[in-house]
């Protein structure tokens, strides 16, 4: 028998119930882009990133708090808001101490089923902040489910990938028994050494979406580690940094 | 555009819902080992095999047609039937001319799901005959999706590789927008040297579980192609070859 904490990764929300979430710091995965940008956002000095689940509901906090308001539909700036999913829309100098009121579909979603679950802690974690999320879950040596927010429900390799790649760092110390994080793991050590061109290679559909929006940058960037090294941290209807 | 028919990969019963069923073939796959046992089963000349989902019907059944009753539950044949899940119960010398009740867990409910949803023709697959339905589903040419039983829901690696061997074999006849299938083809072309030692090697859950029985040679037949070429077809509860 092991003492060690317990690892499951969940590839879809669709499958979040399976795991025991009260008991458990939440991983929330949307690596192309939702969770990327909102590393990035609070890197670059945004005070909180708060995630809504509607358009409606992000014009209406944005006014409320003076926001600033985000969100796509269909690779477009959602009508009514000012701001897409880009990380690169959120450079320092625009975002520093400011609230942005994000709304994304899978990751909002994901979370929110998480925290209505219990979950003991819900952190983002996206390759931009690979290092931090690592680093945290060692050190808190508690349960974890890494959870792929997914497209729609439909398992995607990205989200998968990133999961691998925590697996591939601090596996060792937690105890896997789950499929899943095998599988993602195994993904990720034939991935790793060009993780764009194996999303090219076997065609995960969100490459090809970005792709076709012009968004290769965006790609290369959320399949980056530690570009934006931080820990976002859920509290009180808020991301945060320490 | 294309008009090749589609094909998509379904890792788990709770993620079939996200897919055209009525519109599909739908193949069940339970490699470990209702769908090999099936297969073999009724290679060796079973009349037919009836899938149930619960030991009781399983005795109601076995004693209505004078069927063999076989099942497991943990590992052990179930109290009240009379065999067990490994394929190697079903000799030619025994099961010939018989009608096997079969009750497992995923498999069968995983079918009913796809029936429920009105499949238009549901076949069962595993790696003993993966050349039966990789013949039929090419010479069909209709949309395809291939359906793991998984286990309890939860994600397993040899429902997932044998879906990766059937892509791996036909999936240019296909449009493949599925990044789970595209996950299954990566995962067979790392394993399929020798699945055995990738299951191994990747702690896959369900070969702990039966090497804790002493069912190495079950795993091992049950990861070998062509053993028991034949294509079962569900028809009016039962499960028939040509």
Chains 1, 2 share one sequence.
């Not at 931090?132 to 974890?144: I, R, Y």
Request: glycine share 8%.
């Amino acid at each position: 028998m092991t003492n060690k904490p317990s690892l499951h990764t969940s590839l879809s929300p669709a499958l979040l119930n399976l795991y025991d979430v009260s008991n458990s710091i939440v991983v929330i995965i949307d690596v192309l882009r939702a969770t990327s940008t909102i590393a990035t956002a609070l890197y670059n000095g945004a005070k909180c990133v708060i995630p809504v689940d509607s358009v409606t509901r992000c014009m209406e906090i944005g006014r409320q708090i003076e926001g600033i308001t985000a969100g796509e539909r269909d690779g477009q700036i959602a009508e009514g808001l000012e701001y897409g999913n880009s990380p690169f829309e959120y450079p320092r100098e625009f975002i520093k101490g400011k609230t942005l009121v994000l709304t994304t579909t899978n990751g909002t979603r994901l979370l929110h089923m998480a925290l209505e679950k219990g979950a003991k802690e819900v952190v983002t974690g996206s390759f931009p902040n690979l290092s931090a999320v690592c680093d945290h879950l060692q050190e808190k040596n508690q349960h974890v489910i890494l959870g792929c927010a997914a497209w729609k429900d439909r398992v995607n390799i990205e989200d998968m990938l990133f999961a691998g790649a925590v697996i591939s760092r601090i596996g060792k110390q937690f105890s896997i028994n789950c499929d899943s994080s095998h599988i993602a793991l195994a993904m990720y050590e034939k991935a790793n050494k060009d993780m764009f061109a194996f999303m090219k290679k076997n065609e995960a559909s969100h490459y090809h979406r970005l792709m076709n929006f012009g968004l290769e940058d965006d790609i290369r960037y959320c399949l980056t580690a530690d570009g934006a090294n931080v820990l976002p941290r859920y509290e009180d209807g808020k991301l945060v940094i320490n």
